[in-house]
């Protein structure tokens, strides 16, 4: 959960906000597997270029067994940080479960 996530559910909570919604908890809670590659190890067929080896990605794979993707691109080889580039990926993969997560439980509330 990133540092964002936590500030605005503490906000959410201090100000009594508990109507239905989905939280960073439900987040992380639909998270059944995290995958990361960078893209070179994704391109066996392809020209190894050293560009490729600067692009990460983030594969979450949902309880539901949908996935949802997230990708880190680096510009140079000496800030490239394997760690960071899958902190960002996965962020960026988990941005976009919260409008799927969203639809989702306005779905069920409106039946």
Known sequence: MSKDDQSIEAETQSKGL??????????EANIAGEYFFT???????????????????????LKNGFTVTGE?????????DADLGRKIS???????????????LKERLSA
Do not use: H
């Not at 691109?73 to 000496?78: F, N």
């Open 18 to 27: 508990n109507a239905p919604r989905v939280t960073p908890k439900d987040i």
């Open 39 to 61: 893209a070179d190890q994704a391109t066996k067929d392809c020209p190894q270029l050293e560009p490729l080896r600067l692009l990460t990605f983030c594969v979450l794979v």
């Open 72 to 80: 880190s691109a680096c510009v140079s080889q000496e800030n490239f």
């Open 90 to 104: 996965r962020q960026n993969a988990v941005s976009k479960m919260w409008p799927l997560m969203g639809y989702a």
